[in-house]
Structure formats: C-alpha cells, structure tokens
C-alpha cells in the first residue's frame, strides 16, 4: 500500500520501538479505516497493552510545507 493511502488510517502496534502486531499474510502492518474498526479488534484478539495510532501525514520530500500544503499559493 502506498503511504499517502494509509493517511486517516488506523494502526495497531505493540510499542513504539518494535511491532509485531497485526500484520498481514505478506508482513505489511494492516491498516483500519476507523478507530472503532481498530479498537474492536484490539478487544477480539485480547491484546494485553498496544496502541492504536491514527496516521495523521506522509511527509514527502518534495512537498516539504506541513499538512500537504504547496507554499507558493498557500493563501
């Protein structure tokens, strides 16, 4: 899945330096549309203690004003 798709997503992580939680059949963490979707399954699988984050930005390089927004015709 390319980055800029998974922003408004959810995710379900262990910790903050390493995560093994809720990745799929090919090793790429899954991704939730909602965090009531995320948080669900976080009860249906009994995880003792994760996180659940929302991705907020995919920083790109070559855009590099916050939020996605282009400088030169920023209002």
């Known amino acids: 899945m390319e980055n800029e798709k998974v922003v408004g997503k959810?995710?379900?992580?262990?910790?903050?330096?390493?995560s093994d939680f809720m990745k799929d059949e090919a090793g790429k963490?899954?991704?939730f549309d909602t965090l009531e979707e995320a948080c669900d399954t976080c009860?249906?699988?009994e995880f003792p203690n994760v996180l659940v984050?929302?991705?907020?930005?995919?920083?790109?390089?070559?855009?590099?004003h916050p939020y996605g927004r282009d400088e030169e015709n920023d209002d």
């Open 53 to 64: 984050c929302k991705i907020e930005f995919n920083h790109i390089e070559e855009n590099l």
């Open 43 to 45: 009860g249906i699988y």
């Open 29 to 31: 963490i899954m991704t």
């Open 10 to 18: 959810y995710i379900i992580i262990k910790d903050l330096e390493f």
